[in-house]
């Protein structure tokens, strides 16, 4: 079966960092891009960032461009999220996902394995 965890969720304040990490086991985790989606207090779950599958191509929101960092090692079948200077905005829950196509689509339902995901606090 296949599992995705994360982990590296907690409490931060505003202009902190945090870096989460997703472990894929189950799969041949270099067969899949990686994304990082999000669900806020009230609010539907979006796309934050996706990583291609070789980990050279990369895809932010608008919202987390220049703060945030996606990168990925094959070799530990976990990817990351590198996320810098922290808002209150960016209190959610970071799920990780994998998408077994190669087009880098931000759509929720393009991504076939979801992890259970993992609580980000921001406090102002």
């Known amino acids: 079966q296949v599992h995705l965890v994360e982990s590296g969720g907690g409490l931060a304040q505003a202009g902190g960092s945090l870096r989460l990490s997703c472990t894929a086991s189950g799969l041949t985790f270099s067969s899949y891009a990686m994304g990082w989606f999000r669900q806020g207090p009230g609010k539907e779950r979006e796309f934050v960032a996706r990583i291609s599958r070789s980990g050279e191509a990369t895809y932010y929101a608008d919202s987390v461009k220049g703060r945030f960092t996606i990168s990925r090692d094959n070799a530990k079948n976990t990817v990351y999220l590198q996320m810098n200077i922290l808002k209150p905005e960016d209190t959610a829950v970071y799920y990780c996902?994998?998408?077994?196509?190669?087009?880098?689509?931000?759509?929720?339902?393009?991504?076939?394995?979801w992890g259970p995901g993992t609580q980000v606090t921001v406090s102002s």
């Open positions: 996902a994998a998408d077994r196509t190669t087009i880098p689509t931000m759509t929720l339902r393009r991504y076939e394995y």
